[in-house]
């Protein structure tokens, strides 16, 4: 397929549970003319705990630096897990490629979009960083306990993949309440910005949805969602969420 702009963001490269083998057979049967990177995309914290960089997190990187080399306009949004990469980000991944820590996005429908990766709004990841950690580990061992579900699920002849994680996002009360927190207040910032719309990733929940009157796009992530946000070539805003491989 070939879209005006895709979104993508949260891979988690280096990281057990990231889905880049999904990741890469998406990038191979999807072009654009801007591809957009919008944070979270090699796992800076997993070096200070176990870095898992496989073949397929290389060819991920690799996919994009070619897709760059051949006119599509990359721009890497940085997030609060690869900040601390950005100033290597150039060593690692060349110049072909922009590097910022939010961007404007120019749709075709004539309206201005603002990019950010969103965890400068998380009032947990600015200012509790050892919370954020902590709660990093929290998220890997319910991806951990999703693995083991899923392997008894197929014992049973059960094939759908289902996610603990995403179930304990959506149902439980107080995630749910910062998840609407977050969503609102990264509308309101557009908002005061005079933006038209906003595209974000940070809390790996896709969505396309209006706020206020702001249109509120996230990513979503490619951990468990393998998701990402597309402007078509005729200007709509879609979203796209893939079956994850289960590992």
Not at 10 to 33: A, M
Not at 102 to 122: A, I, N, Q
Request: glycine share 6%; with cysteine.
């Amino acid at each position: 397929m070939k879209y005006r702009a895709i979104f993508i963001s949260d891979i988690h490269l280096g990281t057990r549970f990231s889905q880049s083998e999904k990741l890469l057979e998406f990038l191979r049967e999807n072009e654009s003319k801007y591809l957009y990177l919008v944070g979270d995309i090699i796992d800076g914290w997993a070096i200070k705990r176990k870095f898992n960089w496989t073949q397929a997190n290389s060819d991920v990187i690799q996919k994009i630096l070619r897709k760059a080399r051949k006119g599509t306009t990359v721009i890497y949004v940085s997030g609060n897990h690869d900040e601390f990469l950005r100033p290597f980000i150039p060593l690692l991944l060349g110049n072909s490629l922009e590097v910022v820590d939010e961007y404007t996005h120019k749709g075709l429908d004539k309206k201005r979009y603002f990019v950010t990766h969103g965890d400068f709004f998380d009032s947990i990841t600015m200012n509790n960083k050892w919370l954020a950690h902590l709660g990093d580990i929290g998220y890997d061992l319910l991806l951990y306990l999703n693995k083991r579900i899923n392997q008894l699920r197929r014992v049973l002849g059960i094939r759908k993949y289902w996610s603990l994680s995403k179930y304990v996002k959506d149902n439980v009360k107080k995630t749910v309440g910062f998840i609407t927190d977050f969503e609102s207040t990264l509308a309101r910032h557009a908002k005061k910005l005079n933006y038209d719309g906003i595209i974000c990733g940070h809390i790996h929940k896709v969505a396309n949805r209006e706020i206020d009157g702001i249109r509120y796009l996230n990513c979503g992530d490619w951990v468990e969602n393998c998701s990402a946000i597309v402007e078509t070539l005729e200007g709509e805003w879609k979203t796209i969420e893939l079956q994850p491989n289960q590992h």
